[in-house]
């Protein structure tokens, strides 16, 4: 499958589309229409995938690669956050440990509701 912003070859999916979003917050952002996308270290959807969250459908639009050196504040907002200091700080908070590799690639993934 080629993603929909870079025409690059998506890998196989390494996770599936449940575990896009599970940080109970991070569902509520979602449902409320503040946050239209996730990055993750893997594909877990399919362009066109639909994700169910507390009874609401979003479709999964666009995925591509990012280099979380290359993410910005709009970037950051996508997420659910003021700011990219205060998304860094949440991820650095979820995973004890890691450092921000700004040469890290991950995977994007944005989604709107589906209209009911």
């Not at 639009?61 to 050196?69: C, K, T, W």
Request: net charge negative.
């Amino acid at each position: 499958m080629l993603s929909e912003n870079k025409n690059e070859t998506l890998p196989e999916k390494s996770c599936t589309i449940e575990k896009l979003v599970t940080i109970p917050e991070d569902v509520a952002k979602v449902v409320n229409g503040e946050k239209t996308a996730t990055r993750r270290n893997g594909i877990y959807a399919d362009i066109g995938e639909v994700m169910e969250l507390e009874g609401h459908q979003f479709k999964v639009e666009r995925i591509y690669s990012q280099y979380l050196g290359d993410m910005s504040d709009e970037d950051a907002r996508q997420e659910g956050y003021t700011d990219l200091e205060a998304y860094k700080q949440s991820i650095l908070d979820i995973h004890p440990g890691m450092k921000w590799a700004p040469k890290m690639k991950v995977w994007v993934h944005e989604y709107a509701p589906l209209e009911k």
